[in-house]
């Protein structure tokens, strides 16, 4: 058994992967592989079964997918890599990051398969031949009895999360997919924890492999207060830009993930009047250092770095780290925010999650065992209150500061020739002085449905056709059975939770097992935070966190469950009651609106001969 702390230091260098898949890690911007990625690459790329027990967050994407590309045959045009993983968001995840691992592999295909997207769409992409294949269990089987997904060819097999499928009742058709692969596959299995039956798969179908256990240890300082924001219905840019008007800073270190992306940040915020600067791996040490002592001295206020490049940074004003771009892995998270909240000082840290970014999310809580609460973004009356308090502290120290005698004089002389009133005078010079940060809230429009686009249809698509095998294998945290005594005890959402009511019910054949699966797959809702489920005849109320975004909720109308749409509908909760008492939507009109004057048209005249 290996254990992380024995591990050498070493670099991705150093490891024997392929010249393309370095090429790409290189320019990431990674050079030191966390320990789970140094103890799995050297026996994967030697052809080794690998069993890994390891958290979320540490990198094990990585430490799976380069040494297996780098043993691909990229002339070779059938499936050769077939990564399984727990969650449609997972899936999407994975092969993303396998794209970017692979993007100077000239002809290598990935292509993410998982329920909830059109089966048609995934067939017209496995016609390209694609080497690799993430998805989840039941789309994968799905496709392998549809004889649409050939897997003879095979050369190795990931289990990612073996255990999270196992709790979603994924096991049976994983095993079931393990039968169908040639004997030669390399299997590599990775999960958190160890429960008996992800030990019995390994015994079963993993030989002689090498095993790894990697301990977190990671842990935060107490001194940074650490918040994120869901990047939602706004884009980062102006996200940020509210953010940097409205907090006391100092000095602040804004993460991303690529070199590329330091230059390109830098270049907008120096737009918009920050003191900014990049500093990455392309930059020579006279240029880095350059910038690090001008923010020391206070002449720069903003780095904007990669994690490579701000390794061992140590700038005493640094008041705030934001993670524009999330980290890979949790250790990374850790060593950014320790940029902040040294030497006991107080500290801020910031992260950026996108919604499909919440796993991430959760693995940087568990890992450093701290909650990290939820911010709300600056709305436009608060940077205008911001913008007045720190133009009247200006003006005030400008007044007592400065010898304003030349500037009265300009002024008085404007005053007596046009007869002007002096307060009109002052506001005009203060429209002037704040002309690029208007004092005023900006209210934005937002246009109409029809200027915006309407993806309504294809989302329709996607959800009709959505595959049952991806649905309801995942059970609630407090799944139970609906209570047949006390039928009419009123259902109240818990503190933080509303109450909604979809249109599938016993009668449907539907369990609490397929609403979780659905929900949790399309709206990226972790079981955790899916509250009490109660099943009626004709439809059922589940409780989930307060304040779904407008496109979500528009979403989840659209899925699909044991054949029958969600039509999810908010519930008022002082009429809302666990067993026959939910009120009832309004029927709707099938069909297109009513149009009075094409109905005339179409009756037939009582003139008529």
Do not use: C
């Amino acid at each position: 058994m290996s254990d992380s702390e024995q591990t050498p230091v070493i670099l991705f260098s150093d490891l024997g992967l392929s010249e393309p898949v370095l090429k790409a890690v290189n320019q990431a911007g990674y050079e030191t592989p966390s320990p789970i990625q140094a103890q799995s690459i050297p026996p994967l790329l030697a052809g080794r079964d690998l069993l890994g027990q390891a958290q979320t967050g540490t990198g094990k994407t990585a430490a799976f997918s380069l040494p297996l590309l780098s043993r691909i045959d990229v002339k070779a045009k059938t499936p050769q890599m077939l990564v399984l993983a727990p969650t449609r968001e997972l899936a999407i995840q994975v092969a993303e990051a396998i794209q970017s691992y692979a993007k100077y592999m000239k002809g290598l295909h990935v292509l993410p398969i998982y329920g909830g997207q059109s089966v048609g769409i995934q067939l017209r992409q496995l016609q390209r031949n694609p080497q690799v294949i993430v998805g989840t269990p039941g789309r994968i089987l799905d496709h392998i009895r549809r004889r649409t997904l050939k897997l003879g060819d095979l050369k190795s097999l990931v289990l990612d999360e073996a255990d999270e499928m196992l709790r979603m009742g994924f096991i049976d058709d994983v095993e079931t997919i393990l039968k169908e692969t040639p004997e030669s596959r390399q299997v590599a299995l990775f999960s958190a924890t160890m429960p008996g039956p992800i030990h019995r798969v390994a015994t079963r179908y993993l030989k002689d492999p090498v095993e790894i256990r990697i301990k977190s240890k990671t842990s935060t300082i107490e001194t940074i207060n650490q918040r994120y924001w869901q990047v939602t219905g706004m884009h980062k840019l102006e996200a940020l830009t509210r953010i940097l008007e409205v907090e006391e800073f100092d000095a602040m270190i804004i993460f991303v993930r690529t070199k590329n992306a330091t230059t390109e940040l830098a270049e907008k915020l120096e737009a918009r009047g920050y003191s900014s600067s990049a500093i990455n791996g392309d930059m020579n040490q006279a240029a880095r250092e350059k910038a690090i002592n001008q923010t020391k001295k206070g002449k720069i206020d903003i780095l904007i770095a990669t994690d490579v490049a701000a390794r061992g940074l140590d700038i005493e004003r640094i008041s705030h780290v934001i993670n524009y771009d999330i980290p890979y892995d949790t250790e990374s998270y850790v060593h950014r925010i320790g940029r902040t909240g040294r030497a006991g000082r107080k500290g801020e840290a910031i992260l950026f999650v996108q919604p499909r970014e919440k796993r991430m999310l959760f693995a940087i809580e568990k890992a450093t065992r701290q909650s990290i609460a939820k911010m709300q973004l600056p709305s436009t009356e608060d940077i205008a209150d911001r913008r007045v308090m720190q133009f009247t502290q200006q003006l005030s120290e400008t007044i007592e500061s400065q010898d304003l005698s030349f500037f009265q004089e300009v002024i008085s002389n404007y005053q007596e020739s046009h007869d002007a009133d002096p307060l009109e005078v002052a506001a005009a010079l203060t429209y002037l002085v704040q002309k690029q940060r208007p004092l005023k809230p900006v209210v934005h429009v937002r246009p109409a449905r029809s200027e915006r686009g309407d993806n309504s249809g294809k989302d329709r698509e996607r959800g009709s056709r959505r595959d049952r095998s991806d649905r309801g294998e995942r059970p609630s945290r407090n799944e139970r059975s609906p209570r047949r005594g006390n039928q009419s005890a009123p259902h109240r959402s818990e503190e933080g939770m509303q109450t909604y009511r979809v249109e599938v019910g016993r009668n449907h054949g539907v369990e609490v097992k397929n609403i979780v699966g659905a929900i949790a797959n399309e709206a990226g809702i972790d079981s955790k935070d899916i509250g009490r489920i109660s099943l009626q005849d004709d439809y059922s109320t589940i409780d989930l966190p307060q304040g779904m975004p407008k496109d979500l909720f528009q979403q989840l109308r659209k899925v699909w469950v044991v054949n029958k749409q969600l039509e999810i509908s908010l519930v008022n909760n002082n009429e809302a009651s666990s067993d026959g008492d939910a009120p009832r939507r309004k029927s709707k009109r099938s069909g297109k609106p009513r149009n009075r004057a094409r109905d005339q048209a179409r009756r037939p005249s009582q003139n008529r001969n």
